[in-house]
């Protein structure tokens, strides 16, 4: 009987909670409320006067994920986080009309406590145009392979981005025709 009344009560509390710390601007809406294990959660909503809307969650006063929807309810974006840094997926979506493929994907990143482990650039149709790896030991350099739309490699190489970020190839790139043959390689300093 105790373990009811608790839940109840418990239930009835986040209740108002919610009701009493909701608040709401024209365009946005915060709610305050606590997980499961009583740590604050703070959950915005603001929509855009573009129409897309932007919802955020931070647990703790530490931001843990973004969504963006475009104007239509569809997903635009999603952005995970860990300690205020990006972790995880963050993925982008084309804006399209299509009934059976609703999300079809723009990008793809991984990050891992703000450090990016990889970036997938797609094509609408959904095959990839480019990979992108951080190259290991250093800061400013990735491996960059692009793709025909058949899934045949068109080049790979490396780049280093410069302190003002432009981006320069380095060391050999390699081309290859949409058949897979080599068609030219240079190297770069």
Do not use: C
């Amino acid at each position: 009987m105790l373990k009811y009344l608790l839940i109840s009560t418990s239930i009835v509390l986040n209740i108002v909670l919610v009701i009493f710390f909701l608040q709401t601007d024209d365009n946005v809406t915060n709610v305050y409320t606590n997980t499961v294990d009583g740590t604050p959660k703070y959950e915005q909503r603001i929509e855009m006067p573009n129409g897309d809307t932007i919802e955020r969650i931070l647990i703790d006063g530490a931001l843990t994920k973004e969504s963006v929807y475009f104007s239509d309810g569809r997903k635009k974006e999603v952005r995970n986080y860990k300690d205020n840094q990006k972790h995880g997926d963050w993925v982008t979506y084309y804006q399209n009309n299509d009934t059976i493929n609703k999300q079809r994907k723009k990008q793809y990143s991984n990050y891992k406590n703000g450090s990016l482990l990889e970036l997938v650039d797609y094509r609408y149709e959904g095959s990839i145009r480019k990979l992108s790896v951080p190259m290991q030991y250093t800061d400013n350099s990735q491996m960059i392979t692009n793709y025909y739309s058949n899934g045949q490699i068109e080049s790979m190489g490396k780049v280093r981005f410069s302190k003002d970020g432009k981006k320069s190839r380095y060391g050999t790139w390699i081309w290859y025709n949409d058949q897979g043959f080599v068609t030219k390689e240079r190297l770069f300093d």
